[in-house]
Structure formats: C-alpha cells, structure tokens
C-alpha cells in the first residue's frame, strides 16, 4: 500500500484522525506489535487454486495471521484505557484463524522447516530414521577402532556419498574390506566404500527417508489446502494488517519529525502555516510562518541565493502533501492547511541532451503543461520563474504565466531575481510580496521569511564576501546605477526592521502558546481533582454510615449489659461495672470521633446548604422538647435547644447541631418508620458534589457533659423515682457529667425519697444538696460515674 495524498477534505480529515490515535498510543508507550506481516496475496491465492506452498510459505501466512491476533488484542486493550475509535474499528474487523494459527503453529517452523509434531506418522518416521542413523555410525565407528581396519583406510574419519555413510579406503587395499564403493577420489587413490556390515541398515534409512518425504508432502499439501480454503478471509485480514501498518508507520514519522496534526480547512478558507520548516532539516531548521488568503494568492519571493527561497518553496509544497497524506508536519501547533486536488512543481534545472533541451526550454514545457491544467484547486510552485533568457524577455514572460494562473485561481508560490515581478506584486491585487531576510552585519542570510516586502538581492555584497577582489568591486560600483543602490539599501533596512517585529511578534505567540497550554493542563487537573473528591467524599460517606451504625449498636449493647449488672445489685464485682463503663466510654467517643470527621476536611471542601424541602420553618412551632425530623436525611429525635441559626436535636445516641431550618415537627405524614441514627442506613450530610442537592450541616455536639436538669415538683414519690430513672439512663446515653434534680423543699420527703434512691444506685458517684446559686436545699446535684 502506497502513501498517496487525498484529494477529498473528509478522507485527508479521516487519515489524520488514524494518525493521531496511533501517535497518542505510541507517545503512551503502548506496545502495537508490527513485525511479522508478509506479502501474502501471491501465496494466498495459488493455494487457493490448488498449489502446495512450501513449509517456509506456510510460516508466512502463520507468522502474519499471528500479528493479526496480538495487534487486535493490543488495539482492544488500548482502546479501554483511550479512546481510539477509528483503529478500534479497523482491529473489530480482524478475524485471526486461531484453529489455522494453531495447526501450523504445531507444523512448521521459522526456518522452514516441518515440524515432527505436524503428524504421528510424521514423528514415528523421524524417530526410526534417528535409530537407524544411530545404528549406522555405531557400527562404522567400530571400523574406526579396530587396528586391522585402520591401516586401510585413508584417514580414519566416516563420510558421505550420495546420503550413505563411507569410509576413505585406499584403493590398494579395496578388497580387505568387502561393500559397496559409492565414489572415488580425483585423484583414484581413494575409494569411498560402505561396508557390507551396514548395507542393509543403509537400505532401510534411504526407505525411511523416501516414506518422510512423502508424509512431509502429504502434510504440506493437506495446510496448502486449509490455507486456500480460508483464502478469503486470510485477504481481508492481510488488507487490514497492511492499513494498520501503514496508519502506525505514519504515526512513527510524525514522532520522529517532532510533527503536530493540522487543521484542515474549507477550500476558500484562509489558513496558516507557524514556524513551519523543512521535513528532512531536522529540528534545528529555521521556522517561518505564513498565512495564505485572498491577499496573497500569489506570493512572489525575491532575494538573494542561498537565502532559503528554494527551500521554502519546497517546504510548503511537502507539508501540504504530508497533511493530505495522513502524516503530521513539521510546524505549530495552530497550524492549518487545506486539501489541494493537484499539486504542480517546477524546481530544479533538467537539462537534456538526449532531447536537446535547453534549461529555459525544458521549464517552459513543464509550465505550458501546468498552465493547460491547473485551477482553482490547483497549488502552483514555481523556481526561478523567468531565468534562463534575456532578463527583459524573462520577466515579462514570468508576468503573462503568473497573471494568467492568478485569473485561473490557482494558489502559486514563486521565486524570482526579477525587479520587475516585484513591481507587478506591489501594483496587482491578490499578489503579495515575500523575500528571506539578510544580516546585513554578518553578510550572512537568516533564512527568516519577511511577508510584504520585496527581498534586495545583496550580489555586491555577497561577491565581496565570497572573496572578490576590491579594485573589482570599485568598478562594479561605478557601473552601478546610484538609484538602484540606495533602493537596494532601503530594501535592506526595511527588512532588518522587519525581521525585529517579527522576533517580537514570534516571541509573543510563544507566550500565548505557553499560557493556553498551562489553561488547558489547569482545566484538566481542576476536573481530576473534582472527580478523586467525588469519589472520596462517597467513600468516606459510606464508611461513616457503616461506623454509625456499628459503634451505635455497640453502644447500645453495653447499656442493655450495665442494665443487667444494676439488677444483679451486690452480685456485680467491681471491675466487670468498670469494664462496662469504659467499654460505653470508649464507643461514645468513637462516635464523637466520626461525627468531628463528618464536620471535617470534606465538608469544608463542600459546604452544605439548607435544605429547600416543604420550604422554611417558622419558629413559633418548635419549642426544646418537641419531637422533630431532620431533612432530607428523616432522621427523627428530639430538640434539645435552639441557638439562632442552628438547632440543637438529640438523634438516638447522637446529639448533633443542624440548620435550624432543615428540622420540622413530627407530623402524621411522619408517622410511617423513619430512618434513625440506630439504623445502618444512615446518611452522612457531606456535598458529594457541586451538582447534587445540598444537605443541611450536620454537627455531633461537643458539650455531651453539659449540665442536665430534671424537676419533680408536684409529682409522687413514685412519679418521681420514675422520672429520675429514666433522666439518669438519659444522662448516660448523652455522656453527662452530671443531673439537677428540682425537687422543692415542701415535707422534704421527694427529697428523702430522692436521696436514698442515688445512694443505692450504680451510675451515681456521689450527690449533694445545691449551693445557694444552684437553688440551694430545694435542688439535689447529681454527680455521674
């Protein structure tokens, strides 16, 4: 398959986009294995009409269908990791023969040889063909150590003769060993004798090696035969093997070269060209740019020679071929190009002698073709257009062929040392001028392309540089026109002046470049970052609502436990309440653990907003007491305390502070179960993302030994020893350090009652009667374990 430049937009598009999948894969270090494709149509279809292909034929075709295999399971792979839809399609279509792969992979080898595993009949044969050759060397070997039989043999060596192991007998001597003579020496003093011991043992190898090379023939014919069998699909695969070499083959050019892909644009489309430079210049070539649109249809180089026009003219031709080829070019990234339907050059000087062409005549007839052809879908480049003839002739010939390819609309670079082209390019619409720029301190050309000013051709400089004499040049510079000089001067100024802007403007686009590339790594990071946040705040959240609900019901456990030990009374030892007690200890602050996390690094990172369910909650309808939900999670508890804008709501074991307004009261639609903090479903309220609803802030209240108060006036001794059970189970579960009980001063018997039930009881570590700022003897303090 041959590289040919498209003359359609959407398929140049197409090779490009193949291109760039493979470049991506290859800067990737992914491995496209390439190594092992054939030119297997020839062989393919003889087998198809009957042929046998020999073993090393049938390697071929193993060795191909094999890269087949590996590159489409490469390619598959690959493209799970990126996206590369277009080498995946063409990978979907291989149909590697694993049954063909496997049945030759056991019957031939690389070095075209058939395989003893090819057949049993095959590998029975081999195996007597070795006893034999065996049997054979071990008797002729005997010859070699016997001492009768060694003084008539020439050298006591065994060799070959027509496939039959021999001995150098002398001929003198022929008859003290009896055989058969299978040659003799040039020089008749030897004779080359099998011996009569392994004649028979001879005969039955030659046998054996007559009966393999009829199984090997067999075998060959018998895989010839699956192969043409399979001749179809075997194309198709060899079809598509050749385009992915060709896309990866691309692909490794435009690495090498340092290339970028293009932008192809419509036909009537402007498009530029950045720092663009030579293919085979290597990296350390000067980069030029130019734009190309309606003003420069044609763009007219002038300037002096070795400046780099010829070069140029070259370079923009070869990178529109390139990009029409699916191949990348050596230019910025930014670039762009369109697809030209022909592509016309003449460059060069081809004299012939065999046609008796001259240099002028043999471009003339190159430009009369290109003139009869060309279009607008036509890029003309032109050499030296003009030269070869009289100077006035020549520039006025190079007029008429550039005015009438402009009328054509064909898109034309030229080159030129006529001053009067550079006159017909300042005048005419749609012709621009161009030169290569020239240090005019060093003499030396920069190979910089100046676009809108005509280049100065420096002959009197250059002469002088190159070594011509001073007495010489004094008379040149006599003979010199003074306008033509201070024209050339101007000339040279204007374009040093140039060549500065140019540096400037070069310099910035650098920068602009640098800045958009570090945009576009900054965009690319900043989605990263937001998608491993996602996934570590639904991590986290999931972790927390299992921790929850595992520390909760552990909790939960030892208070049934501590419960169980009161009831014993005296029968509990000391250290199995400690135990329990620390155990309860130790979950509590587990669970404050979590809940500081809960308020931690992830909702810092998302903050959570007040939930916009059933709208806002009106003060007057919550009072500390009342029993509410949280939304959007449905946790229920009750409200401990309201402190401006958060609500205090003690949730199972869990007192937490939530945005007052995502708590409502409990009503009937309520009624259903809802989730609780004891269940293992609970739901953590960080902002997994920007886009989600947003949860109301969910805090585990710090302060769990706050002061707690329980008042019993009015109520029966009873009542109130109830009452006060339940606030000293309340005052575990919270973690307080302590309980107010309001009992009043009255008889003094719910303060009796009141003492002697703490005295008895487990949780209480001591009591007092409060001090006159605490409510004094009308109050008992209740210290907790």
């Given at each position: 398959m041959e590289l040919v430049p498209e003359r359609e937009r959407d398929c140049a598009l197409l090779r490009l986009a193949e291109t760039d999948e493979a470049y991506r894969l290859l800067q990737a270090g992914e491995v496209l294995p390439r190594e092992g494709i054939f030119p297997l149509e020839p062989l393919i279809r003889r087998a198809a009409r009957g042929g046998v292909l020999g073993a090393g034929e049938l390697y071929q075709v193993l060795s191909t269908e094999q890269v087949a295999r590996k590159l489409q399971k490469s390619i598959e792979a690959a493209h799970e990791r990126r996206a590369v839809p277009h080498l995946a399609s063409y990978a979907a279509r291989l149909q590697p023969d694993r049954e063909l792969i496997e049945l030759l992979l056991r019957s031939v080898d690389e070095e075209g040889k058939v395989l003893d595993s090819a057949s049993p009949e095959l590998s029975r044969l081999r195996r007597e063909i070795g006893r034999t050759r065996e049997k054979i060397r071990s008797t002729m070997e005997g010859f070699l150590r016997d001492p009768r039989t060694l003084k008539w043999l020439q050298e006591p060596i065994i060799t070959e003769r027509d496939g039959r192991m021999v001995l150098p007998v002398r001929a003198g001597d022929r008859a003290h060993i009896p055989g058969l003579v299978h040659d003799v020496s040039a020089s008749g003093q030897t004779v080359f004798v099998e011996p009569a011991e392994v004649v028979q043992l001879g005969n039955s190898l030659k046998l054996l090696e007559q009966a393999e090379a009829r199984e090997v023939a067999r075998i060959l014919q018998v895989l010839s035969q699956r192969v043409g069998e399979r001749a179809e699909r075997l194309l198709a695969d060899l079809d598509i093997l050749i385009a992915l070499d060709l896309i990866l083959a691309r692909a490794l050019f435009s690495l090498e070269i340092g290339g970028i892909r293009p932008e192809i644009v419509a036909d009537d489309a402007p498009y530029t060209l950045y720092e663009v430079r030579h293919p085979l210049l290597g990296k350390k070539a000067i980069g030029n740019d130019v734009y190309f649109d309606e003003t420069n249809q044609l763009l007219l180089l002038t300037g002096p020679n070795t400046g780099g026009k010829t070069v140029f003219l070259k370079t923009v031709g070869l990178v529109m071929l390139m990009a029409q080829?699916?191949?990348?070019?050596?230019?910025?990234?930014?670039?762009?190009?369109?697809?030209?339907?022909?592509?016309?050059?003449?460059?060069?000087?081809?004299?012939?002698?065999?046609?008796?062409?001259?240099?002028?005549?043999?471009?003339?007839?190159?430009?009369?073709?290109?003139?009869?052809?060309?279009?607008?879908?036509?890029?003309?480049?032109?050499?030296?257009?003009?030269?070869?003839?009289?100077?006035?002739?020549?520039?006025?010939?190079?007029?008429?062929?550039?005015?009438?390819?402009?009328?054509?609309?064909?898109?034309?670079?030229?080159?030129?040392?006529?001053?009067?082209?550079?006159?017909?390019?300042?005048?005419?619409?749609?012709?621009?001028?161009?030169?290569?720029?020239?240090?005019?301190?060093?003499?030396?050309?920069?190979?910089?392309?100046?676009?809108?000013?005509?280049?100065?051709?420096?002959?009197?400089?250059?002469?002088?540089?190159?070594?011509?004499?001073?007495?010489?040049?004094?008379?040149?510079?006599k003979m010199t026109d003074p306008e033509a000089l201070r024209e050339s001067h101007l000339l040279s100024t204007l374009n040093s002046q140039l060549t500065g802007l140019q540096e400037e403007r070069r310099a910035l686009d650098a920068e602009k470049l640098r800045l958009k590339r570090l945009i576009t790594a900054y965009e690319r990071a900043k989605t990263a970052l937001q998608s491993e946040r996602d996934k570590l705040l639904k991590r986290l959240e999931r972790e927390y609502r299992e921790a929850f609900g595992a520390i909760e019901a552990e909790a939960r456990e030892v208070i049934e436990q501590l419960k169980a030990l009161e009831k014993k009374g005296s029968a509990v030892k000391p250290h199995e309440w400690t135990q329990k007690m620390a155990d309860l200890s130790t979950a509590r602050g587990l669970l404050e653990e979590i809940g500081a996390k809960l308020n931690g690094a992830p909702h810092e990172a998302s903050r959570a907003a007040p939930a916009s369910h059933g709208g806002k909650v009106k003060r007057p309808e919550l009072m500390p007491g009342t029993n509410v939900v949280v939304r959007p999670h449905?946790?229920?508890?009750?409200?401990?305390?309201?402190?401006?804008?958060?609500?205090?709501?003690?949730?199972?074991?869990?007192?937490?502070?939530?945005?007052?307004?995502?708590?409502?009261?409990?009503?009937?639609?309520?009624?259903?179960?809802?989730?609780?903090?004891?269940?293992?479903?609970?739901?953590?309220?960080?902002?997994?993302?920007?886009?989600s609803a947003k949860s109301p802030s969910v805090r585990v209240h710090a302060d769990h030994r706050a002061m707690h108060t329980l008042d019993v006036r009015g109520k029966t001794v009873e009542e109130a020893l109830a009452l006060l059970d339940e606030a000293l189970d309340q005052a575990l579960l919270d973690g307080r350090a302590s309980l107010t009980v309001i009992h009043g001063l009255g008889t003094g018997a719910l303060k009796r009652a009141v003492a002697d039930y703490l005295k008895a009881h487990r949780l209480v570590q001591r009591y007092r009667s409060g001090d006159m700022d605490e409510g004094g003897s009308g109050v008992t303090i209740v210290e907790l374990v």
């Open positions: 080829s699916g191949l990348f070019i050596t230019a910025r990234e930014g670039s762009s190009v369109r697809v030209f339907q022909k592509i016309f050059a003449d460059i060069g000087d081809e004299q012939s002698i065999e046609h008796n062409l001259s240099t002028f005549s043999a471009h003339i007839r190159r430009i009369v073709t290109i003139i009869e052809t060309a279009d607008r879908s036509s890029l003309v480049l032109l050499d030296e257009l003009g030269a070869g003839t009289d100077p006035k002739e020549g520039a006025a010939l190079a007029i008429g062929i550039l005015e009438t390819l402009r009328l054509k609309g064909a898109r034309v670079v030229a080159t030129t040392h006529h001053s009067e082209l550079k006159v017909y390019a300042a005048e005419t619409d749609g012709v621009m001028n161009a030169s290569m720029s020239f240090d005019l301190t060093t003499l030396r050309p920069t190979y910089r392309l100046l676009l809108g000013v005509p280049g100065a051709s420096h002959a009197l400089d250059i002469a002088e540089r190159l070594g011509v004499p001073e007495e010489t040049m004094a008379i040149v510079r449905g946790w229920r508890g009750s409200l401990v305390h309201i402190s401006g804008s958060q609500a205090i709501v003690q949730v199972g074991l869990m007192r937490m502070s939530v945005a007052f307004d995502a708590v409502s009261p409990v009503t009937e639609e309520h009624e259903a179960p809802a989730s609780s903090m004891s269940k293992s479903n609970i739901t953590t309220t960080k902002n997994i993302s920007s886009s």
